[in-house]
């Protein structure tokens, strides 16, 4: 059965049964300032904002493995910029880095 689903504003081809749907992805810091320094590693150059008091960076790709790849850039730059932490959300998974050499606070 082929035709189409509308998701938001978006369309996405239904072909037999599937619906391929782009994949969202969430990377929160522990400030702007913080989720800027990651975005600038970004390719794309994605914006960083603010939200409840913490950086966000939202993004969409329309593979999962494609999304994958933003995992050792986001490491990188937590230890290269000695950030507190970062969190990247793919879909419903989640991964959580820390610089090496922080403490966790007391």
Known sequence: MAGRLTYGTEIFAVTKGSVHMPVLVT?????KADAALIAAALPGRPEAKFWRGYGVIRLR???ASEAQELLPVVGDCVERHDLP???VRIGDDERMFRAQGRRRAS
């Open 61 to 63: 790709f329309r593979k």
């Open 85 to 87: 932490w970062a969190r």
């Open 27 to 31: 990377i929160d810091a522990a400030s």
